[in-house]
């Protein structure tokens, strides 16, 4: 993770992120889609576990 200046302040991005960023648009969407379907399994997945142990 590296803090970076935004128009809206400073955030923290992950360095993947940001290399990204450097290869075009297109290229930033795809890691953003594909970052989002690995937290969704993930989230899902931990979801199930707390669900089995609550039965």
Not at 22 to 33: D, I, L, N, S
């Given at each position: 993770?590296?803090?970076?200046?935004?128009?809206?302040?400073?955030?923290?991005?992950?360095?993947?992120?940001?290399?990204?960023?450097?290869?075009?648009?297109?290229?930033?969407?795809?890691?953003g889609r594909q970052?989002?379907?690995?937290?969704?399994?993930?989230?899902?997945?931990?979801?199930?576990?707390?669900?089995?142990?609550?039965?």
């Amino acid at each position: 993770m590296r803090q970076i200046e935004t128009k809206g302040g400073k955030r923290w991005r992950c360095i993947k992120s940001i290399e990204a960023t450097k290869q075009g648009r297109e290229a930033r969407e795809a890691f953003g889609r594909q970052m989002s379907a690995i937290n969704k399994a993930e989230a899902e997945s931990k979801a199930r576990l707390v669900l089995n142990i609550e039965k």
